[in-house]
């Protein structure tokens, strides 16, 4: 099992069945701001659709192709959001790392403390070369996030995401070893 990580006051770990109330209520929370780039998201997410994803993370995780982390206060017991390594490129040795964090704690920190530390998960632990994060266009949340953690902006990719059934413009920007361990 992948150990916790502490991190700026954040606590990541894998889910586990018990904390799919708290991520289900978290997701119904949040659609005015999740919704709309999280077409999983919807205003009926319950306790069975949270267990769906916890289990298809354990697999994931066992399979090596998925590392996804519940993002918790320090104290471990109140869920944040979540955050995650996807999407290996074997041959060429990167991934990609994506993010939200519930309305009610947004804007406190939990989403720069994730990129943070799952880069450096990706780069030490992992041994990638390279974490990409993808971000809707219009998402400027999520994209001013990425820059302080100090993501280099690479480009507007046309047709990069399909989100609610359409192909959409995305942000691509990305972090090298350098990038965390320098200031982290």
Known sequence: MTQPIHTDGFLLRPLV???APA??????????SLGPWMPWAHAGYDDADALAWIAFCDAARAGGSA???GIFRADGRHYVGAAGLNQFNLLHGFCNLGYWVRTSAQGQGAALAAIRALSRFAFERLGQSRVEIVVADGNLPSLGVARTAGAVHECLARNRLNLHGRPIAAHVLSLVPPDTTADV
């Open 67 to 69: 590392h996804e982390f």
């Open 17 to 19: 069945p018990d904390d």
């Open 23 to 32: 991520m289900a209520a978290a997701v119904r929370e949040s659609m005015a």
